[in-house]
Each structure stands twice: as structure tokens, then as C-alpha cells.
């Protein structure tokens, strides 16, 4: 049995997240190896896996909140393997009381991910998280529209690929630089003219 869920791994169908408690630098160091979720390689994956009904695709809400964000959350997963190529980390507070569905590593922070398969945004994991680390940007994506709190930023679920260039345009705030106006931290930025309509990288 261990053995087969080897060779899923190797072949890149399924995806650990490790558990880590402290949040710093590199995150490898601090992961709980021996404590982990699995994602599958897609959403149609685990969808069959599962055995889901096909009707449940066309049931509008149910369909991101059956089986607890499941999908959802493994939905965020397959984006953040494709757009950052390191191993996929989460946070669970001492004692387990507290958990963080996904924490990105990037060169000069480490910037925590909640995922919500609803429009409620409230958290008490990313304020948990907010106070013991005070991180310079917290990021939340579910239904909701791009939105930027203090240094809470949402981003609905389309655009979750986009927390990368977010936190690139980001400047640390401990060299002095300041955070991006919240006129456009959340969303991409066009140029526009009479004949088209350029995006801005």
C-alpha cells in the first residue's frame, strides 16, 4: 500500500503539504514531515477519485462547499505547485487549535494563504497567525472580489494565480519601502487606447 502511494508520488499525481508551527526561513527546516495532507494532481483527479456525482457540477454553491472546500482547497493547491516551484507547506498553531490552509515561501517573506470555499471572510486562524508572526501581507481567496483591508488582500478564486505577482510587488516594508497603493495592489493594471487593450506586467 505504501508503496503505491510512492509511486503516485513520484509521478507527480498527488501533492504533500507539510505541517510547520513556526514560520521563518527556510520552511523546510521547520516542517513536521511526518505530519502532511495529500492533493491530487487536479481537480477532475480527486473528482474521480471521489466518485462525485456528475449532477453536483451543476449545482452552483453546493458545488464549492460539498465535502467541507475539499475541492477547492485542492483547486488553490494545483495552482500554487504550478506558479511556485516549491514543496507546498500549512500552518497549524501549537496544540492544533489554529491552522492556515497553505503558507508560500518566497525569497524575503512568507506569506500565509487561506482558502475559503464561501463569501464568508472571516478567520480566526489568519488573525491567530496575524498576531504570533505579523507578517507585511496576509492573503485570503475565495467567491469574493479583489479587496485589500490594512494588509488583508482577497483575491477570488480565478485570480489566485495572481498572489505571486502580488507579493513581487510588494516591498519590504524592513528596508523602508512601502506597501502598493490599494487602488491596485489587488488587481492587474491595463493600458488602454482607442484600438486595444494592453495588460501591464
Known sequence: MWQHKKSKRNAGLIHRAY??????????Y??????????????GLLWAIARSPVELLA?????????????????VAQHLVSDIPQPLYYWRSKGGKAEL???????????PLEVKAGINPKSKSLKSYDLQFKPSLLARTNLLNFKKDDKICNLPLYAVSLLTR?????????????????????RPTYDTDENETRKVD
Open 19 to 28: 505541517a510547520v508551527e513556526t514560520a521563518k526561513h527556510p520552511l523546510k
Open 30 to 43: 521547520y516542517a513536521d514531515t511526518g505530519c502532511f495532507k495529500v492533493y491530487a494532481l487536479d481537480v
Open 59 to 75: 449545482q452552483g454553491e453546493r458545488l464549492f462547499n460539498e465535502y467541507e472546500g475539499a475541492f477547492v482547497e485542492n483547486y
Open 101 to 111: 490552509d497553505f503558507l508560500c515561501e518566497f525569497r524575503d517573506r512568507i506569506c
Open 166 to 186: 502580488l507579493v513581487k510587488r510588494l516591498k519590504n516594508p524592513r528596508t523602508g519601502g512601502k506597501t502598493m497603493p490599494t487602488s491596485w495592489a489587488c
